[in-house]
């Protein structure tokens, strides 16, 4: 398995997957000691050396690309230097030579412009960083590019969002490779939440939220409202909790987070609900019911108005399109 890094990459669009991939190794090595390395991953760059980061430490790298072995796995990590290696013609025609003989390919990040720029996504489903799915959409017409997914995988080409998406895409590759149970022991060993799946929103509207209103008096009502979805979540009871009138909170709402009470619950219910039905389990009845929807019926009709597709064909497409049957 290899990384390919430049000057200026991204640190842990690169050392984010290492850590999924060595401590799965380490998990595989402690239950069979005579088993050999189930990975072994090289870091290669356009030559040897110190590779400095965006943020400005160096790794040091023993393995130029020209000299890297014949690998199962490449993957393209991004980052700001990732513009001077789409001008590297001896780069594109090594990287389209290598995809040909690769098992796994794909990129981290900004890493999926290098791999466009070698007309390796052509037709393909591909995903990146959400302030460059525009761009790499224009950069390749044909492309299915989808935006809000933190990773995809389409027959052996994996692509992923930036950062700690990588993590997210490595762990599927490690189910996939060794099983489930594997990458649900990794990502406890790493503190990780929780294993997402590739379908997952890029962009938290909790997160966002708790932007918008950093210094306001509505930044902790994301959390509470998570935790109480299932809740009468109307403007009376929330104005209750502020002692302020329906009327006056829900003006301040709307002036501090840009977004009506309504449909800021309305999104965090359907987030809610899309990450149920990834996880798979619950029936579309309980996850409405627990995401506060009440009924499979008025969760039906979300889904509609919002993916044109109900939660029942969500969960098909979540389950095969996005992790290579498209």
Known sequence: MALLGFEGFQLLDLTGPLEVFSQAARLLKRDDDARPPPYRVIFCAPERGNIRCSSGPGLLCECAWRELPETDTLLVVGGAGITRLCEDGALLEWLRARFQRSRR?????????????????????????????????????????????IFVQDKGLWTSAG????????????????????????????????????????????LEAQAAAAEGRFRRLADWIMQHLHEDLSVPRLAAKFDMSPRHFARCFREE??????????????????????????????????????????????????????????????????????
């Open 257 to 326: 987070l840009g977004v009506t009470p309504a449909k800021f619950i309305e999104q965090l219910r359907f987030d809610a609900a899309r990450q149920a039905l990834d996880e798979g389990g619950a029936s579309v009845e309980e996850i409405a019911r627990r995401c506060g929807f009440g009924c499979a019926e008025t969760l039906r009709r979300v889904f509609q108005r919002r993916l044109g597709m109900g939660p029942s064909a969500y969960r098909r497409q979540a389950g095969e399109g996005l992790r290579g049957s498209a």
């Open 105 to 149: 390919f794909g990129s981290v990040c900004t890493g999926a412009m290098l791999l466009a720029r070698a007309g390796l996504l052509d037709g393909r489903r591909v995903t990146t960083h959400w302030q460059h799915t525009a761009e790499l959409a224009q950069l390749v017409p044909s492309a299915h590019v989808v935006p809000e997914a």
């Open 163 to 206: 950062v700690l998406a990588g993590m997210d895409m490595a762990l599927a590759m490690v189910a996939e490779d060794w099983g489930q149970p594997l990458a649900l022991e990794v990502a406890q060993r790493l503190v990780m939440y929780l294993q997402r799946t590739g379908s997952v929103a890029q962009r938290s509207t909790a």
